[in-house]
Each structure stands twice: as structure tokens, then as C-alpha cells.
């Protein structure tokens, strides 16, 4: 069910939104079967909440600390769903639309349904020139399947994604935390056997 603190549709017709051109909720959520999950109440324990603390002092306000702690929020849960952004939105102190908005911009968090390795393909203009298509169309290929989706064994999500702020290495792949740089379509056969053991 569409969760109240997310906007509306202005009408009857859903809002287009993200690069998959998906309602704001789908952009979120990603793929069929998570569209439709209800939100799981999530809480941290007393350890984490002191670990939040120690974060939120970083910072002269505590809303600042919103990235970092929705990166806590991914690694106790797996991954940032409606439970963990409202839990967060408590935890720095701003409305749950707050969260939702800054957590909508980024693709780098795991989103509910993301298999066990993410797989993220830069396609800005830099990693473009110096053939991330070619880097693109082999893993497409190799894994079966297409952006913002996940291989059947739920091992692998693939995902087209914006610079990663390595042009300089293009074309670029990030797998889970770890960058492969100057990729070749060989060199994503290496990368799938080594890492994913695809
Ligand atoms: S354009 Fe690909 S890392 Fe910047």
C-alpha cells in the first residue's frame, strides 16, 4: 500500500519521476514484487542508536547526518525500505518526505530486492566515449538481465548509473563497494568470473 507520507499523484494518471520513468514509489522500490511489500517497522538496537549519536555529533545539525545514516540503516537491515527511512527521518529529526526526497536522488544505497551483488555501470558521457556501451551490453548479456533488474537466483542486480566520480579511469563499474576501472568487454568476463563467480 502506498505509504501516506509519500506524495500523491496530482491526478489520476501516476507521476513520472526517475530515470526508469517510475512513479516515485517504483523508482524507490524498483521491481514488481517490492512495489507491492508493506513497510516493515524497523528499529536499531541500543548499540546502533549510540552509534547514530556519535554520527549526528559530527555534524552541527543532526538532519545533516542523514547520509551516513542511512548508509548505517542499509547495513543493519540489507537495505534502505520505507521501515528504515522512517526510522531514520526520527533519528535526524526531519519528516519522513524529507528523507524520502534526498534518498530518491541517489542510487548508490540497496533498495529492497537488490541480489546479493550490485552491479553499477556508469554511463555519463566520459565512461560513454571510452566504451562503457561495449562494457554495458556485455554484462547485459552475460547476466540476462536488463537495468534495475536481478538474475533469477538473486545474485546479481544490474544498473545503469550516473558518474562515479572516477572519469579518469572510464569506463567505470562498481561492484558492491569495490570500483573496476579502464573495463574492456574481456575484461568484464574476468571481473564476472573473478568477483561474481558468474
Ligand atoms: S563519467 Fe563515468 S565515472 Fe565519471
Redesign the pocket.
Known sequence: MRPAWVEPAASNQPQRYGPRGGTAHEDVFGTERTRSAEEVPRRFSEAVRAECEEICGRYPQRRAALLPLLRVAEREFGCVDLGAMRLVAEVVDVSPAHVWGVFSFYTHYRRPGTGRHLVQV???????L?G?RAVWERLRSRLGVGDGETTPDGRCTLKRV??????G????VQVDDDYHEGLTPEAVDRLLAGVLGA
Not at 122 to 128: A, G, S
Open positions: 556508469c554511463r555519463t558521457l566520459p565512461c560513454e571510452r562503457a550516473e558518474c562515479l566520480g572516477s572519469c579511469t572510464a569506463p567505470v
